[in-house]
């Protein structure tokens, strides 16, 4: 092989290795998270009350929707914004019932790259 030759067959080579290094350098910024809703009734106070299980960049700002279970379908009872770890409060009961709550999936960039935190759906809870 000549000189020429063993040039063009090292940058090739040298192109392959660099083309799959920037291919997985640009896949490990991208993050997904699952989110384990929790919702609690208190009797106390007639409200639902929950937590979402997530990272910590999943927690924040997350509108949680509260449905209560019918022969007709899910009817919307109220919803709640959780706080910095997770939390979050304040629904009211409407009625004697079975009731969930879910969390819609959301995307977001920031530090790191791109994070997608995924929808949850909380066990049903029986008023």
Request: charged letters at 15%.
């Amino acid at each position: 092989m000549d000189r020429r030759s063993k040039l063009v067959v090292g940058l090739s080579v040298v192109a392959l290795l660099s083309g799959a290094l920037l291919a997985s350098a640009a896949s490990a910024h991208a993050h997904t998270f699952k989110t384990n809703l929790m919702m609690h009734y208190d009797k106390k106070t007639d409200t639902f009350d929950g937590h979402a299980g997530t990272a910590s960049f999943c927690q924040e700002g997350r509108t949680v929707h509260v449905f209560k279970s019918s022969g007709g379908g899910n009817v919307p009872v109220g919803s709640a914004t959780t706080g910095h770890a997770g939390m979050w409060s304040g629904v009211h009961a409407a009625g004697p019932g079975s009731y969930f709550a879910t969390v819609d999936q959301s995307s977001a960039g920031g530090y790191g790259g791109d994070t997608t935190c995924l929808s949850g759906t909380s066990k049903t809870v029986t008023v």
